[in-house]
């Protein structure tokens, strides 16, 4: 079961802080990611991090501010935004990405938080 939290209201240029708390007890043998949709949009890929944390990667909206983490000990993965932008207003999601899968589509992933609204505002 993964669960987010640290959604909520921002200005433009803010920062927020997304958390996401994994109950399984092999969480760091999985790369995980974060996802987002807005309102009337398809789920995109935003970030993910390698099982070790060595490895990162992020879509280009994103790139340079927003950072991923994860602390496997405590078994939680973070979404760091800075410079958030009104166009970040979404619903954002934390999940685990399939073992030997490669691309960043939803269906390489296959457990999913319930979701944390983010709201920027202009």
């Known amino acids: 079961q993964l669960v987010e939290s640290g959604g909520g209201l921002a200005q433009a240029g803010g920062s927020l802080r997304l958390s996401c708390t994994s109950s399984g007890r092999t969480f760091d043998i999985y790369t995980m990611g974060w996802f987002r949709r807005a309102p009337g949009q398809e789920r995109e890929f935003v970030a993910d991090i390698s099982h070790d944390g060595l490895s990162t990667k992020y879509a280009d909206s994103v790139k340079g501010r927003f950072t991923i983490s994860r602390d496997n000990s405590k078994r939680t993965v973070d979404l760091q935004m800075n410079s958030l932008k009104p166009e970040d207003t979404a619903v954002y999601y934390c999940?685990?990405?399939?073992?030997?899968?490669?691309?960043?589509?939803?269906?390489?992933?296959?457990?999913w938080g319930q979701g944390t609204q983010v709201t920027v505002s202009y």
């Open positions: 999940a685990r990405k399939k073992i030997l899968h490669v691309a960043n589509s939803p269906g390489d992933y296959d457990y």
